[in-house]
């Protein structure tokens, strides 16, 4: 049976891992190579760096990051943030990343996902969506937000990302913009809406707080994975000690 | 010792996991040559064959390079060879990826898409459930979890060829082992430990 992937995110600025609230406030959190060994040791399923600087430097930076951590990391990993052109993603593909995460750029120009797609394959193509819940309550609609979650686009979220799935994306990751660093749970309304809408899988982002957190955006909000930040980085509790708990509930997840 | 003498060759036609597989066999203590030379891999010791992304557009690029013939070759010669994901899919008859394609025809079989109604592609750690005893298995135990992302799977018709399956709303081949061809629709330089081991077993195996 297909297990449930638990994926660390590292939010990356200026080579280093950060972690904020809604976006902003950043405090400095590590390495990004020895907390991706790290992580990796814990067994965690999967990693995603995120370059939340999203600079040209930073990026040159990210790049030697990811050449060091795929020379002792063996898991999948995904780099996102700021990649713009398919040069981009080829570089950090170079480097050793099996996937890349786009977001603005897809935005701006959804050809780039069908490029992509068509030159790396659908695998390596996940979209990465920021959404916003309409200030309409009664609509019960997202809103993709773009830019790092500054920039409000109007779009609808379920729209885009059915679009962007016939277009090649082949993953989505799914961050709500309300939930992000709240630590209070993650929006399942989102997840679960989402999840029912596509047929690849979906990474739910944004709100964990407590494993119980991971176990609700699993079970009620049906994603296929569920990325976590600050609960990892702080060590308040373990990837380990997350998936035994999961398992206990009742979620398959990889063990060894 | 058999690291430093023998050569170890991962074949390069321009799939996207090569660096992933070096990556994974320096980490060994390998010093893997990444080549497209018929010659180079027709003297290597041990060959792997990469593979990422569509079954089709690899075909094209292994004709174009004259690998086909010299993977062909390989297995007439019963050399070591580890074939990977769209690298074990290639091995068969034919795929329907985008269209019907021919294969290299070596595995007697057909590549055909994953059943609707599950999530595609199939992408996560899963359980390989043994088929065989052999020595690549060593210390690996049954069930362990590895790293899928496919859309396509293999039906090999010679069902003894089978050495792992999976199970992902119906059970299909995940692993082939015939003679000294090893194939995995898995990643084993994703899978972290024991897809390490993998390798591992397969050199000393390979390089005895």
Request: proline share 4%; with cysteine; glycine share 10%.
């Amino acid at each position: 049976m297909l297990t449930k992937r638990i994926i660390p995110c590292l939010d990356v600025t200026g080579g280093r891992v950060v972690k904020g609230t809604s976006f902003t406030n950043l405090r400095d959190a590590g390495d990004p190579v020895e907390q991706a060994a790290f992580y990796y040791g814990e067994g965690a399923d999967e990693l995603v760096f995120l370059d939340i600087g999203a600079t040209p430097e930073g990026r040159e930076t990210l790049v030697h990051v990811v050449e060091s951590v795929a020379k002792q990391v063996f898991v999948p990993l995904c780099v996102g943030g700021g990649l713009r052109t398919i040069d981009d993603m080829r570089r950090m593909l170079k480097a050793g990343a099996d996937k890349v995460s786009i977001n603005t750029a897809a935005v701006q120009n959804p050809g780039l996902l069908k490029a992509g797609a068509a030159i790396f394959g659908r695998q390596c193509m996940v979209l990465a969506v920021d959404a916003r819940r309409s200030a309409n309550d009664s609509t019960a609609a997202w809103e993709v937000c773009t830019h790092g979650g500054r920039k409000p686009t109007g779009i609808d979220v379920l729209e885009w990302i059915e679009e962007a799935v016939d277009l090649g994306a082949g993953e989505i990751l799914l961050t709500s913009w309300d939930a992000d660093g709240q630590r209070s749970g993650y929006d399942n309304d989102l997840n679960r809406a989402v999840s029912e809408l596509v047929t690849v899988p979906v990474i739910a982002s944004g709100g964990a707080g407590t494993p119980e957190h991971l176990y609700q955006a699993l079970s009620l909000g049906k994603a296929d994975a569920v990325l976590a930040a600050s609960i990892f980085h702080y060590r308040e509790y373990s990837i380990r000690q997350t998936k035994e708990y999961l398992a206990a509930k009742g979620i398959p997840v990889r063990l060894q | 010792m058999g690291k430093d003498t023998k050569i170890v060759a991962v074949i390069d036609y321009g799939a996207g996991n090569i660096g992933s597989v070096v990556n994974a066999l320096m980490n060994l203590g390998y010093r893997p040559t990444v080549t497209d030379s018929a010659s180079v891999i027709l003297n290597a010791d041990a060959v792997f064959l990469p593979g990422v992304g569509a079954a089709a557009d690899t075909m094209r690029s292994l004709s174009v390079t004259g690998i086909d013939e010299c993977v062909r070759r390989l297995v007439e010669l019963k050399k070591p060879l580890f074939a990977i994901c769209v690298g074990l899919q290639v091995l068969l008859t034919a795929t329907e990826e985008d269209g019907e394609h021919r294969c290299l025809g070596i595995i007697p079989g057909r590549v055909t898409k994953l059943p609707s109604g599950l999530k595609i592609p199939h992408m996560g750690w899963n359980q390989v459930k043994q088929a065989c005893i052999h020595p690549i298995f060593t210390g690996i135990p049954d069930n362990t979890n590895f790293y899928f992302v496919h859309s396509y799977y293999a039906r090999p018709m010679d069902r003894s060829v089978i050495a792992g399956t999976t199970e992902y709303g119906f059970e299909f081949c995940s692993m082939i082992i015939n003679n000294n061809l090893f194939a995995t629709q898995f990643h084993p330089e994703k899978s972290g430990e024991p897809g390490l081991r993998m390798y591992s077993n397969f050199l000393k195996y390979a390089l005895l």
